[in-house]
């Protein structure tokens, strides 16, 4: 079966930086979009940034534009998002999902997703 898998979490001060990862099992990556996407305590899940099959085009939300790097290995099956520059607002479990289809990516209605890896940021 199709599983996500994120790693890379974990607690930063900030101004530090966080390097996340979503490995992907079960499903031809290389046809997928990936997406992350992050939820705060009490808010509701937003989009962070996506990459299309082709590692050629990305998305950023405006807030973690020039701070966030997304990028893709497709012989390792894996999604990459640098984090430079966290801010305590960064805090979030951070989601990794994927699909086919590119506006399902941008618009979290993938079908597929991962379990969540925490980002915790301190002031």
């Known amino acids: 079966q199709v599983q996500l898998v994120e790693s890379g979490g974990g607690l930063v001060q900030a101004g530090g930086s966080l390097r996340l990862s979503c490995a992907a099992s079960?499903?031809?990556?290389?046809?997928?979009?990936v997406g992350w996407f992050r939820q705060a305590p009490g808010k509701e899940r937003e989009f962070v940034t996506a990459i299309m099959w082709n590692g050629i085009s990305t998305y950023y939300a405006d807030t973690v534009k020039g701070r966030f790097t997304i990028s893709r290995d497709n012989a390792k099956n894996t999604v990459y998002l640098q984090t430079n520059s966290l801010k305590p607002e960064d805090t979030a479990v951070y989601y990794c999902?994927?699909?086919?289809?590119?506006?399902?990516?941008?618009?979290?209605?993938?079908?597929?997703w991962g379990q969540g890896t925490q980002v915790t940021v301190s002031s």
């Open positions: 079960g499903l031809t990556f290389s046809s997928y979009g």
């Open positions: 999902a994927a699909d086919t289809r590119p506006n399902a990516v941008v618009g979290g209605w993938c079908d597929y």
